[in-house]
């Protein structure tokens, strides 16, 4: 029995709950997952858990077993960081976290040029909208929208996230092109219901826009209301109604003409961007050089 495999083996169920979505993440059979289980209660001679076919429970043993392997398990990687930093070559598992659309418009296509130049090191990417905390999720690296609360992280400015103004040709043709900010209360606007907190809740029922008579707050309505920014761009494009959509999803539409940018005169709200990493992690050479990839492809200037 590989008592480290093993081990790692048994945190994995306690942390999801099930040998079947511990089977998921350590890419193994439920069978093996079990294998293991019972290979190493034998070697402890001790019972860690008490199985049903509906739930698990931990016992005493296991519970403060669990907790020894994690120590265990936590010295063994921070032994292998040691080793990696010994060397120039970056390698191992570097895990990023980015927003939803930025990672899947921006981030997800220039991977695959950082990969090619770091073969070694093998990505491990959350995209989600809200703001896991580094150290408790195991992240190397994050990128963050909007303001950056003070902590023992380096954060360094990106470029602005922006948004851009759109309709598709056919919602132009049927009902008009706005030329001014009081021009989309007779239009139908469709709005992105952001999260109850987010600094950019207000969004949804009114749009602020700056131009030359200064900041002008326009109330706006329409047929839809809708979480996700993917959903919100295939509704611009079949014509529903005019867009308030990040550069990152669109920029690709108005070169092509499947969407036409509006009232560009007008500036729209933007958020400021951070690259997010902890200091004592800037040693690993894995974390360096993607560092530098990133300032390189979106620093701000």
């Not at 936590?74 to 032994?79: A, F, H, I, R």
């Not at 380096?154 to 900010?181: F, H, N, V």
Request: glycine share 6%; hydrophobic share 40%; net charge neutral.
């Amino acid at each position: 029995m590989d008592l480290f495999q093993a081990m790692t083996v048994y945190v994995k169920v306690v942390e999801a709950g099930s040998m079947t979505a511990a089977a998921q993440q350590c890419e193994m059979s439920t069978t093996m997952v079990g294998n293991h289980l019972r290979a190493l209660e034998q070697r402890l001679g001790v019972r860690l858990l008490n199985r049903t076919t509906r739930r698990q429970r931990l016992t005493e043993f296991g519970s403060a077993y669990y907790q020894r392997c994690l120590e265990v398990l936590g010295l063994v990687e921070d032994s292998e960081r040691l080793a990696e930093q010994s060397q120039d070559t970056p390698s191992g598992t570097l895990r990023i976290t980015a927003p939803l659309t930025f990672g899947t418009e921006k981030l997800a296509p220039a991977l695959s040029e950082f990969t090619l130049r770091y073969p070694q090191v093998k990505l491990d990417v959350v995209l989600t909208n809200g703001r896991p905390d580094l150290l408790e999720n195991g992240l190397d690296v994050a990128f963050r929208l909007g303001a950056i609360e003070p902590s023992n992280l380096i954060a360094r400015p990106l470029i602005d996230y922006t948004l851009t103004m759109c309709a598709s040709k056919s919602y132009l043709a049927r009902r008009g092109t706005p030329e001014k900010p009081e021009d989309l209360q007779q239009h139908d606007c469709l709005s992105f219901a952001y999260p109850v907190g987010d600094d950019w809740q207000s969004v949804e029922k009114q749009w602020r826009l700056s131009g030359p008579e200064g900041e002008v707050m326009v109330a706006v309505r329409g047929p839809m209301l809708i979480n996700s920014s993917a959903g919100l761009h295939q509704a611009a494009r079949t014509g529903m109604g005019i867009v308030m959509l990040p550069d990152a999803l669109v920029e690709q539409d108005l070169l092509s003409g499947n969407l036409v940018a509006l009232m560009q005169d007008y500036r729209l709200p933007s958020r400021p961007m951070h690259l997010v990493y902890a200091q004592d992690r800037y040693r690993l050479p894995k974390l360096r050089r993607f560092v530098d990839f990133a300032m390189l492809m979106w620093a701000k200037h």
